[in-house]
């Protein structure tokens, strides 16, 4: 197997505004991020080449590339649900190693709160006959995503002893980072006990549990690595990736204790050739508590099962042994539908050394996994500096 | 017999249509390849373990376990009326596992690892739902 180490590198990012934006639609803020990013990278938009995108409109990729101007010669509209970022920049470098394309923006926005009072909302399900959800899960009541993941933390919960308060140490140490981020929704101090004390939403996931709804948007530039090298910033290079799906429905996951981060993640050490105990800072999907204990079992941070005592006394906050989300992540800083995009951010600002109060001191290899659809798919990126 | 059903129905289509005639019929039909012996759920024209297409319809046991479960305290749409309402994942005698609902059991009681029995949900005349309700002791 080919390897893409080192083939390319991220040398801007870009955040649109976020929150709360009901000014603005996802376009506008896909404009924002995409010219934040090229500013940081120094480069122009006619430098971009290979356009990465995903969204929930009909050919989105193909809109968003209009609406910006640009007339890629490589495009890749990927959905495999919030991972598809990480999806994309294996793709982007797989294209850029191959030379079908020199410099790559990966963009994304959702305005998700905005749009309930726009009255517009989007769904998993959608209704067409032909997904075989709507015909095996709906009728019983199914809806996604939070009972579709309770049904996996009742799972890891009964196999092998996790509790309610370890998943809560998970949001708790979120919201310690986003307390140190001016960009986080959420930044008041938060408990175990208030965690436990948040309304039950399907048994054992409470609100606290749950990551926010939120409107926001980012870009990242990728290019190849002799152009990368002459660019304003030092090159993140992209050292591993992986990506993987197993199933869709909840009722088709061949383990519900096991995501396809097991998969993504062991491609991804074995093209970087670094193993967990080397990586400085992780920056895992957090849609839920129990996303991010699966993720560190699979990726290899702890053994299948002991996620729950691994994440106890604040390993994952600020000052623990294994800083995880430190921008605040899905639960404490914000959640666009697809949160991807936002750990790619994180990762490289960590990696560039500019994320202030929260930095990470001697951050030089990141890893970004992101999660999408009922634990369906997970794309494994490791980054560095060096 | 006026009352109308407002949850959402399955779609039933031609590759589908022997199941939920079965479920009619109350048994529960499951998909079993002729080449290599695996059950697979959703039914299939085809076997997604090795993809031989020689796959026959056999009556399940109707017998499983709860393999997971959640008590859903916000709903679905059309499942308000119900909250809280339980939503599992069966395991079936056979292998395969498929989601549905307990019946005739308090939420609280239900657990992982109960053993379960199918039950027939006639929800409108022309569909049912197979249901599951804890094996008589």
């Not at chain 1, 971009?48 to 989105?60: K, N, P, Q, V, Y």
């Not at chain 1, 509209?77 to 990966?106: K, Q, R, W, Y």
Request: hydrophobic share 40%; proline share 6%; net charge negative.
């Amino acid at each position: 197997m080919g390897s893409l180490t080192r083939k390319a590198a991220i040398v801007g990012v870009g955040l649109s505004d976020l929150g709360h934006t009901p000014d603005k639609t996802f376009l506008q803020l896909i404009a924002q991020a995409t010219q934040r990013a090229l500013d940081d990278a120094g480069l122009k938009k006619s430098d971009i080449d290979g356009l990465f995108s995903a969204g929930w409109i009909t050919m989105e990729s193909i809109m968003v590339a209009e609406y910006l101007g640009i007339q890629p010669t490589y495009s890749d509209n990927t959905l495999p649900g919030g991972s598809a970022f990480e999806f994309h920049v294996e793709h982007a470098v797989a294209a850029i190693s191959a030379g079908l394309c020199e410099t790559a923006l990966i963009c994304y926005a959702e305005t998700p709160l905005s749009d309930r009072k726009r009255r517009i909302t989007r769904s998993f399900t959608t209704g067409n006959p032909h997904e075989t959800e709507e015909q095996f899960e709906i009728p019983y009541g199914q809806w996604v995503p939070i009972p579709t993941y309770a049904l996996a933390a009742q799972r890891h919960m009964y196999q092998y002893g996790t509790t309610s308060e370890q998943l809560a140490e998970i949001a708790v140490a979120a919201r310690k980072w986003a307390s140190l981020n001016h960009l986080a929704s959420m930044r008041d101090p938060l408990t175990v006990k208030d965690v436990l004390r948040s309304p039950m939403l399907s048994t054992p996931l409470r609100l606290l549990d749950c990551c926010l709804v939120s409107d926001g948007g980012g870009a990242v530039i990728i290019t190849s690595a002799e152009r990368a090298k002459n660019l304003r910033k030092r090159p993140v290079w992209v050292l591993g990736t992986g990506e993987a799906h197993t199933h869709r429905s909840i009722s088709g996951m061949p383990d519900l204790t096991v995501s396809p981060a097991k998969i993504s993640g062991a491609r991804a050490f074995s093209m970087a050739g670094v193993s967990p105990s080397d990586i400085d800072v992780l920056q895992l999907y957090d849609s839920f508590t129990i996303t991010v204990l699966l993720q560190l079992e699979d990726l290899g941070f702890c053994a299948k099962g002991e996620g729950g005592p691994f994440v106890e006394s604040g390993r994952l906050a600020p000052g623990g042994a294994t800083p995880a989300n430190t921008g605040g992540g899905g639960l404490s800083c914000l959640h666009t539908g697809m949160f991807g995009i936002f750990l790619l951010i994180e990762g490289a600002s960590q990696l560039w050394g500019e994320c202030g109060n929260r930095q990470v001191a001697n951050t030089k290899l990141v890893l970004c996994n992101g999660v999408g659809g009922n634990l369906a798919s997970s794309g494994t990126v490791i980054l560095g500096v060096e | 017999m006026t009352t109308e059903y407002k949850k959402p129905l399955p779609y039933i289509n031609n590759e589908t249509k022997t199941y939920w005639d079965g479920a009619r019929s109350h048994e529960l039909l499951l998909r079993r390849c002729r080449a290599c012996g695996q059950y697979h759920f959703y039914p299939r024209d085809f076997c997604p373990a090795c993809f031989s297409f020689d796959v026959e319809w056999v009556n399940a046991s109707g017998r499983g376990t709860v393999y997971s479960v959640t008590i859903c305290h916000l709903p679905a749409a059309g499942f308000k009326d119900l909250v809280p309402y339980n939503l599992v994942l069966v395991e079936l005698e056979e292998g395969p596992r498929m989601m549905s609902n307990i019946v005739d059991c308090p939420n609280e009681d239900i657990k992982i690892g109960l053993p379960v029995e199918v039950t027939f949900d006639d929800v409108t005349p022309e569909v049912t739902l197979p249901k599951f309700r804890p094996v008589s002791a």
